[in-house]
């Protein structure tokens, strides 16, 4: 059964532009490895910058497979030089009983 994940990037400084960039590849890269699903992710901005996204891995296992696969690993690699990974609980309007975001088309 899928599992679906939020995922929070906050861009380094000066790199906002590279991280969409990045963004726009994640998911096709994820889908060649048969690791994610068809169905369309949720990206979005928070006021700080952070952007988020939420998708759907195929499984639990799929998660697994993915830090072992070398397309990924480099994929994660270019993520890394651009932005750092944070927990959607450390982005101000995860904190309220309703988060409102501005979206984004990767």
């Keep these: 059964m899928g599992r679906f994940v939020i995922a929070a990037y906050r861009p380094k400084p000066g790199h906002e532009d590279a991280l969409l960039r990045e963004l726009r590849d994640h998911l096709p890269v994820l889908r060649r490895e048969g690791l994610v699903t068809d169905r369309p ?10 952007v988020l996204e939420v998708f759907e891995w195929v499984s ?19 993520f890394e030089a651009v932005c750092e990974y944070v927990a959607p609980a450390e982005v101000e309007e995860a904190r309220g009983p309703f988060s409102e975001f501005a979206a984004l088309v990767p």
Aim: glycine content about 6%.
């Design 60 to 78: 639990s296992e799929a998660i697994e497979r993915a830090h072992g696969n070398p397309a990924v690993l480099e994929m994660w690699a270019r």
């Design 41 to 50: 992710p949720y990206v979005m901005r928070a006021k700080d910058g952070t």
